[in-house]
């Protein structure tokens, strides 16, 4: 337990958390933020404060979003830093709170430290939907980073060298329906443009892992990025006649699975996130590209295109330019086949309004797993460096 002089709170509130900077927290344990205010809020339920109690969280609460609002707007760091920590204390809610369900993984000495007099289940409402709110800003962040560089890097890398002599058009100021961006700078160098892609997926991960969160929600951020890369790359598909041939397919599904790879690499699957999974629209867009396309061949491309739209589908035919002259022309009566094929799946798309480019303002529900730390609160030490604190708290 630590415990405070109540007339310091505003001042210890500062310490722990406005005047906390990423490049310190990350030199510290994991959690070291949630763990000192946790260890406040025993002492303050062990001499059973009830006004004090609710004056520290609410504090806390209110300095975490002021400290996001003021200086975190396009911080990833920042931001993670007290994602991790809202979602670290959180779990010390839980854990700690006496409920049978949250004990299971507990040691007996940390079952010993349980809140004794406060039912503090509310506040746990509260820090979810500030986690929820940091979470999406993270994303948000995120997606404006990789957008500028998407198409080039996913669409006109060319990865298969001497696959065909064409190169697509830069495309510039192509409208687009609301909400879909889908200008693409001309500055890009596509050689360059995927490694420069992957590279930011990397100093994300890193900066995810520094501070400790949760494999599971990173994986999860990872999804809801992966979506949005591969919404922006099929909406562009779609409105680009000179990328819609089988070379260009073959060229964007090498890059689609450098992606691929990448979260492989990164173990992003481990925890059955699915994150690789968002990638299919896209992915079964090359596959059509490259398909052969007579009319046997429309129950097997029926099949294999079910994570596409009907008007997707019919979209990228239409578009379709055969490679040379010996390859034939997508006839009317192939595409009528198809139509027909996938009328009942058409109809069930209409009736749900679906439109034909991917909605970039998507975001999947986030989900916040239970997990207990193991940490022993008695053998806890407050770091040197931690802004002064040692000076402001006394452990009892």
């Given at each position: 337990?630590l ?66 609002k003021k ?17 670290r204390?959180?779990?010390?809610l ?22 004794r ?27 404006e ?6 198409v ?32 693409t ?12 892609l ?47 041939h ?42 059509l ?74 975001s ?33």
């Open positions: 337990m415990e405070y002089s109540k007339d310091q709170e505003e001042k210890l509130l500062k310490s722990i958390i406005t005047d906390l900077k990423p490049r310190i927290a990350s030199q510290m344990l994991p959690g070291m933020p949630a763990y000192i205010v946790f260890m406040l809020i025993r002492h303050l339920d062990h001499i059973n404060d009830d006004k004090n109690v609710r004056s520290l969280i609410q504090g806390g609460i209110s300095h975490i979003k002021k400290t996001i200086r975190g707007q396009t911080d990833i760091e920042l931001k993670t830093l007290w994602l991790s920590n809202t979602l204390l959180l779990h010390c839980k854990q700690y709170s006496g409920e049978p369900q949250f004990q299971a993984e507990s040691t007996v000495k940390q079952i010993e430290h349980c809140l007099n406060f039912d503090l289940s509310a506040y746990r409402r509260v820090l979810s939907d500030i986690a929820v709110w940091i979470y999406q800003g993270i994303t948000k962040v995120m997606e980073e990789v957008q500028p560089g998407l080039v890097a996913l669409l006109e890398h060319e990865g298969i060298g001497g696959l065909s002599g064409d190169k697509p058009r830069p495309m510039r100021g192509r409208a687009g329906s609301t909400g879909n961006d889908l200008d700078p001309t500055h890009l160098d596509p050689k360059e443009a995927l490694d420069g992957l590279t930011q997926l990397t100093r994300f991960h890193l900066v995810l892992q520094k501070h400790g969160l949760d494999p599971e929600i990173i994986s999860q951020i990872f999804r809801q990025i992966f979506y949005y890369l591969c919404a922006g790359s099929l909406n562009n598909l779609l409105l680009r006649k000179d990328m819609c089988w070379s260009r397919g073959m060229q964007i599904r090498y890059n689609i699975a450098q992606l691929e790879q990448w979260a492989r690499d990164q173990n992003l699957e481990d925890t059955g996130s699915k994150v690789i999974d968002t990638l299919l629209p896209i992915i079964q867009a090359t596959q590209l490259q398909a052969r396309k007579s009319e046997e061949d429309v129950p097997g491309i029926c099949d294999m295109c079910d994570k596409l739209r009907v008007s997707q589908i019919i979209k990228i035919l239409n578009l379709y330019t055969p490679a040379d002259e010996f390859e034939e022309r997508v006839s009317p009566a192939f595409v009528r086949k198809i139509q027909n094929k996938l009328q009942e799946r058409a109809m069930e798309e209409a009736k749900n309004q679906v439109t034909l480019l991917m909605d970039t303002k998507f999947f529900a986030v989900r916040f797993p239970f997990n207990p730390s193991n940490i022993n609160f008695a053998e806890l030490e407050i770091p040197e460096m931690y802004n002064n604190l040692p000076t402001l708290v006394r452990k009892v």
